[in-house]
């Protein structure tokens, strides 16, 4: 099981979050898929 969540982010954000959490949730969805391969490495 992998995890997204707003805990990769280095400081506390004083706004709503959710768009920028998708985004990251996003990101690593196409980590997983790809492998760890591509762009990321």
């Known amino acids: ?9 280095p400081d506390v954000v004083a706004s709503n979050i959710m768009a920028t959490v998708i985004m990251v949730a996003e990101r690593g969805a196409d980590f997983i898929i790809n492998g ?6």
């Open 36 to 41: 760890g391969r591509g762009k990321w490495r």
């Open 1 to 9: 099981m992998r995890v997204c969540d707003a805990s990769v982010f």
